[in-house]
């Protein structure tokens, strides 16, 4: 039976008979190693950062002006199943989980909670905004997943979709959902909103107004059981 | 039907209209979600043959139907058609919401593009909850329905007057 | 095996006989066609705006969004259990498929592994989903095409699949039944027993489907050397399942990168491929794949092992930092979760890879200079569900 590659921790959780002792040495994947430097030959200064979980995953992020050439680069490669392409936002959502923001707190007398720190994922990041996109390679048996910066003020990168044509109506819902724009994209408009839709619903400071007039009744779920939580779980 | 307009119709003959129009609903399906397919399972399947309570279950069009039924996520997108499709069918008709999405917006109930309840756009006469309903629970929701009709003072019914929501 | 030998090559000649076909020269007035948002042969709401010249179409242009949830949304502010809940209702047709690699992805980021019980049992119910999602297409497309005998015959069949499901999970249409680190509940009793014949009956189904459906000369004539996608194209557009391998594609997630979790390596069977790349080599493959999985499944009834179906998780469930993707081959075709885990009780984000969303994005360039039935066979054929495309 195959495991799951060890995620550099050792696991409290798994059961008796599936607990593997994995030796905490770093192990090296040599294939997703050759293909980072391959990445890295043909996009030079390109790349700004990248990880490896061996026998798992490669991310790989580039800067702005190499996004498109990352693309080529890849499909050169022989990485030629588009996944998808999407970004991610990396703010921390000023509403939390119970969508109540600072003002219904200061309002109702808790204290207001402090802003937690901007911490990016995997292959590191300085923006608030990452565009995150996946390739996949059919005879190697590999993905790589890209991720790109964009910078507050020009929330724009290159279109995909003259390498890459399913990244056309990934790209446009992208937009509707984080409002960037991509140049030499053959068609920009909403995908999936209504034309007159304010907002763009994936950046975390988009309210979901449903929340904000009635809290989550589902909320107990994550409240101990009384007595069981103790023995069982780290309950909180 | 002079007399029915005039509310002036025998309740014997009354009683006979609405048992001939009770066992002839002509339902238009408008398959939307999940729903759609247990819509599927109750009226085009030999196993739970909605054809013998009296349901035709396959008009062409929403202007041949008596009854629709609304099965699945209404969004905000897609409300004017759900309002247009009602404003087409010939009167009386009815309505039955099938599913909590149609009935509340169900799963949905804090998602920024979905209508909470097509209640909001259309009168419904039978609300079916489940997610989804059994093929069993549309069925009990239509015999509901039968029996209102049954029930029903035509004249009330064709008077014409707009029915306010809400 | 690949059937294309110079993918670029062929993938250019296709658009140029496309060109071709369509008669730009002799310019007739165009018309726009408006199919949908309701409209007897979709499932749900798709709409299309075709701009037509005579009996052909120019350009088909899908209008997404009637349908449109906000999962990804959604999932930002539910707990790892509770999305499990919501996304059985991506593609409703295959609920148990759609929680499987959400699971798994949750599984990966706690280091945390089902028991070998709790991995048959996910596969056996994957695979019954597949069942459930394609014996319903088979039936739905010879609808669309005007054979209405078929659909009665799927949907009659389908419950034997529906019945097995209902009684391990306790739902018919969206069971809920994983959980992480394992399954809810083991299987009851005599279910194995039932499943076999529920399988002898799909299987004698598919048989039925392919005397009755299949091998009929009109359907034939209205699915063949209509749609043709090559393989290139397909790769581009990130095609994935059933629609790939009948481009000649021969590539099956559950064989060639099958993530941990799932059994498909403990069972024999086969991963069928089609040339030709047209509508039939859509449903043929599809047909070959019911069988497949029925095999899948009545083999792994056979293996089952005994054990616990759940591992040792805490009852609330915190995953820790980190991001991971997992896809599984689902009844149409790749879907994955891109799951960015903050260490909290929610993802901080996931994002939803769907198959259908990318099917159907190849529609325009399909399409294009195809005659206006053969839209319907084109788009019965790509299969998708509402739910999957606009999520």
Not at chain 3, 48 to 61: K, N, P, T, Y
Not at chain 3, 115 to 131: D, G, H, K, N, Y
Not at chain 3, 257 to 275: E, F, M, Q
Request: proline content about 7%; aromatic content about 10%; some cysteine.
């Amino acid at each position: 039976m195959r495991t799951w590659p060890s995620v550099g921790r050792v696991s409290q959780l798994s059961s008796a008979d599936t607990e593997t002792p994995e030796a905490a040495a770093p192990q090296i994947d040599e294939a997703r190693e050759a293909v980072l430097a391959e990445v890295t030959a043909r996009l030079g200064e390109g790349v700004v950062g990248s990880h490896i979980r061996p026998g798992d995953d490669l991310w790989i992020r580039v800067d702005r002006a190499n996004w498109v050439a990352a693309a080529e680069a890849a499909k050169a490669m022989g990485y030629r199943f588009f996944d998808f392409l999407s970004a991610i936002d990396w703010l921390p959502s000023p509403f939390g989980r119970d969508m109540d923001s600072q003002e219904d707190r200061i309002v109702s007398g808790a204290p207001a909670k402090e802003p937690e720190a901007m911490v990016q994922g995997y292959a590191g990041g300085e923006t608030r905004f990452q565009l995150l996109a996946r390739v996949y390679s059919i005879t190697a048996g590999m993905g790589i997943t890209f991720k790109c910066d964009l910078p507050d003020d020009d929330l724009t990168a290159g279109t995909w979709s003259n390498v890459y044509a399913g990244a056309n109506w990934h790209e446009r819902e992208a937009r509707e959902m984080f409002g960037f724009s991509f140049d030499g994209h053959p068609n920009m408009i909403n995908l999936y909103l209504p034309a007159d839709f304010v907002g763009h619903p994936l950046r975390k400071d988009f309210p979901l107004l449903a929340r904000r007039v009635r809290p989550w009744p589902g909320i107990v779920d994550v409240e101990p059981m009384p007595g069981v939580a103790d023995e069982e779980g780290e309950g909180e | 039907m002079g007399l029915v307009e005039s509310g002036k119709l025998p309740k014997p003959l009354a009683k006979l209209l609405n048992i001939s129009r009770k066992y002839s609903i002509w339902a238009y399906q408008w398959g939307l979600a999940c729903c759609a397919i247990e819509m599927g399972a109750a009226f085009a399947s030999p196993r739970y043959d909605v054809m013998r309570l009296g349901v035709i279950p396959f008009p062409a069009s929403p202007r041949q139907a008596d009854l629709v039924v609304i099965a699945g996520t209404v969004t905000d997108k897609l409300a004017p058609a759900v309002v247009r499709l009602y404003e087409q069918m010939p009167d009386p008709k009815y309505v039955i919401s099938m599913g909590s999405c149609a009935n509340c917006g169900g799963p949905y109930w804090d998602s920024y593009s979905v209508t909470k309840g097509v209640d909001q756009l259309i009168p419904v006469d039978v609300y079916v909850p489940g997610c989804p309903p059994r093929p069993e629970a549309l069925l009990e929701g239509i015999i509901l329905l039968q029996e209102r009709i049954a029930h029903e003072d035509m004249a009330e019914r064709w008077k014409g007057e707009p029915i306010v929501v809400g | 095996m690949t059937a294309v030998s110079d993918p670029q090559s062929v993938a250019a000649l296709a658009a140029e006989a496309v060109d071709n076909r369509v008669n730009l020269d002799f310019e007739t007035e165009g018309m726009t066609l408006n199919m949908g948002p309701q409209h007897p042969a979709t499932h749900g709401t798709l709409r299309i705006i075709a701009r037509l010249d005579g009996e052909q179409v120019i350009s088909a242009e899908p209008m997404c969004g009637y349908m449109h949830r906000g999962y990804e949304k959604l999932t930002e502010v539910r707990t790892y259990p509770q999305i499990n809940a919501l996304i059985n209702r991506i593609d409703w047709l295959g609920s148990f498929a759609n929680e499987v690699p959400f699971i798994l992805a949750a599984e990966k980021l706690m280091d945390v592994e089902a028991p070998p019980r709790a991995q048959w049992i996910r596969t056996i119910l994957f695979e019954m989903s597949r069942i459930a999602n394609i014996s319903l297409f088979l039936g739905d497309f010879g609808l669309q095409l005007g054979g209405m005998t078929a659909g009665f015959y799927a949907f009659r069949d389908r419950e034997w699949v529906l019945n097995q499901i209902e009684s391990a999970t306790g739902g018919r249409f969206h069971p809920n039944f994983d959980r992480i680190g394992g399954l809810k509940d083991d299987l009851p009793k005599g279910w194995i027993d039932s499943s076999h014949t529920a399988m002898d009956k799909l299987l004698a189904f598919c048989d039925e489907l392919e005397d009755l459906l299949v091998g009929n000369e009109i359907f034939q004539a209205r699915t063949r050397g209509i749609g043709v996608i090559p393989a290139e194209t397909a790769l581009s557009y990130g095609l994935s399942g059933a629609n790939l391998r009948a481009s000649g594609v021969d590539w099956d997630l559950r064989r060639d990168n099958c993530p941990p979790g799932l059994v498909y390596d403990k069972a024999d069977w086969k991963v069928w491929t089609h040339p030709d790349g047209d509508c039939f080599a859509r449903t043929w493959v599809r047909l070959q794949e019911t069988r497949e999985a029925a095999k899948i499944v009545k083999q792994l009834l056979d293996t089952i092992p005994s054990g616990p179906v759940m591992a040792k998780v805490p009852r609330i469930i915190k995953v820790p930092e980190g991001e991971a993707y997992v896809a599984t081959e689902n009844p149409l075709g790749e879907m994955g979760y891109y799951v960015v885990s903050k260490g909290d009780l929610v993802p901080f984000r996931v994002k939803i890879r769907s198959a259908s969303f990318n099917n159907i994005s190849i529609v325009p360039w399909v399409a294009r200079g195809a005659y206006v039935p053969d839209l319907i066979s084109i788009l019965g054929s790509l299969y998708f569900i509402l739910g999957d495309i606009d999520r």
